[in-house]
């Protein structure tokens, strides 16, 4: 599995007290986009779910048989070595079946990886995840093939496939007007939107760039923020 990548915040920290620095952008790339696609930041844990082809090494090409039984799905959490609670595991086990990805991905090469990042949410999992809705799911937030990260239309196709959702897509936005959207404390649209408890906050937003664009190290070109960066 590829370890989904580290989001940088929007600001700069005090090194002593680690608040955000409104002052002092985290990276003068930010500054150059007019706007953000942002979405729901949930208070769950990161799962990651890979499915791909095996074949034997050096073979040519793949026996039908071999072909037939090689397909697998693995489940993990942000690391192969986190540790995530067995009713989540099994619940994931149930919804990224075999069979869905051999439907949403039928034309898939052998050797191709398709990995999906998700958010694992619910009771028991974090601090108050019972207010979003009454059981445990999962919303997926990004989906790599092979070398190729998908664009958010793309994304909700591929979940839409899957019987999940994504994280709720919130506006196209500028810097100051997402910095304002969290200081205003707004409500979790996760929350609403699954039943859960409607005094639920959003625990913060993350904004990309449509289309993708990457940084001189071949990142890509992401920050987050959340309320607890202005002591909500």
């Known amino acids: 599995m590829e370890e989904y990548p580290k989001i940088e915040t929007l600001f700069d920290r005090d090194p002593k007290t680690f608040k955000v620095l409104e002052d002092k952008i985290r990276l003068p790339e930010f500054l150059m986009v007019q706007k953000w696609r942002i979405t729901e930041k949930i208070d769950g844990t990161n ?9 034997e090494h050096g073979a040519d090409q793949f026996a039908e048989s071999f072909f037939d039984k090689g397909r697998i799905v693995d489940i993990n959490g ?16 149930r919804t990224f079946t075999i069979e ?7 034309d898939l090469k052998p050797g191709i990886t398709v990995t999906l990042y998700a958010e694992g949410y619910g009771p028991k999992i974090q601090k108050g995840g019972g207010n979003y809705r ?6 997926i937030f990004d989906v790599k093939i092979d070398k190729w990260w998908l ?21 196209d936005v500028t810097i100051e007007q997402a910095v304002q959207l969290i200081k205003s404390n707004p409500f979790s649209q996760v929350a609403l939107q699954d ?3 409607p005094d639920t ?23 987050k923020l959340k309320r607890r960066d202005f002591n909500l």
């Open 134 to 139: 009454n059981d445990v799911s999962c919303r």
């Open 78 to 93: 942000r690391t192969e070595n986190a540790q995530m609670p067995t009713f989540l595991t099994n619940q994931l086990q």
């Open 195 to 197: 039943g859960g408890n």
């Open 151 to 171: 664009e958010p239309d793309n994304i909700e196709s591929v979940a839409e496939k899957m019987g999940v959702k994504t994280v709720p897509s919130l506006n």
């Open 201 to 223: 906050r959003m625990e913060g937003i993350v904004a990309r760039t449509v289309p993708l664009l990457l940084r001189r190290n071949g990142e890509r070109l992401m920050w």
């Open 100 to 106: 869905k990805f051999q439907i949403a991905f039928p």
């Open 47 to 55: 799962v990651c779910i890979c499915y791909k082809t095996l074949w």
